[in-house]
């Protein structure tokens, strides 16, 4: 698989004196799932917004699909984006939301918009001002899918939502996956839920992306070791202290590899391996 | 149907694999059902379809799926002994894993204490 969907080079953008983007690299193959990992404010509302031609980056490049973001919303007829925030008009029921829609994607699908409805139990009918927030992340999921994009860009599509309307969210994006060749990247602050499903995971820190990982070197090579340290020592890169202030210390390891050469340390010899869960992998990862 | 740990070292399409050789060991799926599609699957535990097509990808080439075109997840008549064979390997790593139990120097008692408490743990 060597079909590039999406790069960025040396992505920057400022807003006044606060640099957002310090040179960012990303780039995705063509059915991939990336999730982005990055703290609130991390930049990566700003990354989509560039990826989608809504704002322009100050500087670096970036190429999605064959174009560049070029201020002409050609991008955005090709990209599924569903905001961190879903904002619809108040005076629309959802079917003029999505009939409002259609004239502005030319491979719209509105059988697929009503079917979309149907199976997540959303009522057409129902005014965008009365919304409830569940309803309004699936009426934003269905607006973000409907015209069959290539790419889909989610920026927290389950926040907030209670575990019914992320299950129907969640099997929506398998149902994307199953249908194939779709390329996905998804920022979520609680990324666990979206584990199973990630092929990748990049750690967005600083504005720019500090680390990039595949998922399944996360669930099957990260370890927590428990140890007893008498005096402090040093720690080998891939270690990070995961707190514990006594003489009882919990340690991540990355790789196996790292892990085989931990246990020779004779500090370590004693140590307690278990293994990391992934929500604890990305707690480590984010605060590193 | 089948349960994941998300936790474990275990890639999970091997976690997918066993799961379904599982059911049919204990006769919940038997040959010539329809294993749950590959979105069901992916649906039902949460993860890529990807994952789930690799494992079942790897269960036909193991003959445990039927062959055939069009038969896609159809369980064949071979799978029941691939199950055998994949709890006679089950029960092999324990068998492993008790003696290294005794050469540590656990007592009956001690290793009877700690299936217990994995019992628990895991059911």
């Given at each position: 698989m060597n079909d590039s969907i999406l790069e960025t080079k040396g992505l920057r953008k400022a807003f006044g004196p606060k640099?957002?983007?310090?040179?960012l690299d990303l780039s995705a193959e063509r059915g991939e799932v990336i999730g982005i990992l990055g703290r609130n404010g991390s930049g990566k509302t700003t990354l989509f917004s560039i990826l989608l031609d809504l704002t322009a980056a100050d500087g670096g490049s970036a190429e999605i699909l064959g174009l560049r973001?070029?201020?002409?919303?050609?991008?955005r007829g090709l990209i599924g984006y569903v905001p961190e925030k879903p904002a619809f008009h108040?005076?629309?029921?959802a079917l003029e939301v999505l009939e409002f829609r259609a004239r502005f994607?030319?491979?719209?699908?509105m059988a697929k918009a009503l079917d979309l409805c149907r199976k997540l139990e959303?009522?057409?009918?129902?005014r965008v001002s009365a919304m409830s927030k569940g309803n309004l992340a699936k009426l934003a999921w269905i607006a973000a899918t409907a015209h069959n994009p290539e790419l889909l860009l989610l920026d927290e599509p389950t926040s907030g939502l209670d575990y019914l309307v992320r299950d129907h969210i969640l099997n929506g994006l398998i149902h994307e996956l199953t249908e194939g060749g779709k390329t996905i990247i998804v920022a979520n602050h609680r990324m666990g839920e979206m584990g199973g499903i990630l092929d990748r995971v990049c750690v967005l820190r600083d504005g720019a992306i500090a680390a990039s990982h595949a998922a399944s070197f996360l669930a099957e090579e990260a370890f927590r070791a428990t140890v007893r340290l008498e005096s402090p020592v040093s720690l080998p890169a891939g270690v990070v202290a995961l707190g514990g202030g006594s003489a009882l210390r919990d340690f991540a390891v990355f790789g196996r590899e790292k892990l085989e050469r931990l246990k020779l340390d004779p500090a370590f010899a004693g140590a307690e391996i278990s293994p990391l869960s992934l929500e604890d992998s990305f707690k480590v990862l984010l605060g590193e | 149907m089948i349960t994941l740990n998300q936790n474990s070292q275990t890639p999970i399409y091997d976690q997918i694999k066993l799961g379904l050789k599982g059911l049919v060991k204990k006769g919940l799926l038997k040959p010539g059902d329809a294993a749950p599609s590959i979105r069901k699957m992916a649906s039902d535990l949460k993860v890529n379809p990807n994952t789930v097509a690799r494992a079942y990808r790897e269960l036909t080439a193991e003959g445990f799926?039927?062959?055939?075109?069009?038969?896609?997840n159809i369980i064949s008549p071979r799978a029941g002994s691939l199950a055998e064979h994949a709890a006679r390997r089950v029960s092999e790593s324990l068998e492993t894993a008790l003696k290294g139990a005794m050469e540590s120097g656990f007592s009956w008692t001690e290793v009877e204490k700690m299936i217990a408490a994995l019992k628990r743990k895991l059911l």
């Open positions: 640099e957002v983007l310090k040179g973001p070029d201020g002409s919303g050609r991008l108040g005076f629309m029921t994607f030319k491979r719209w699908d959303l009522d057409q009918a129902s | 799926f039927e062959s055939l075109r069009g038969q896609e």
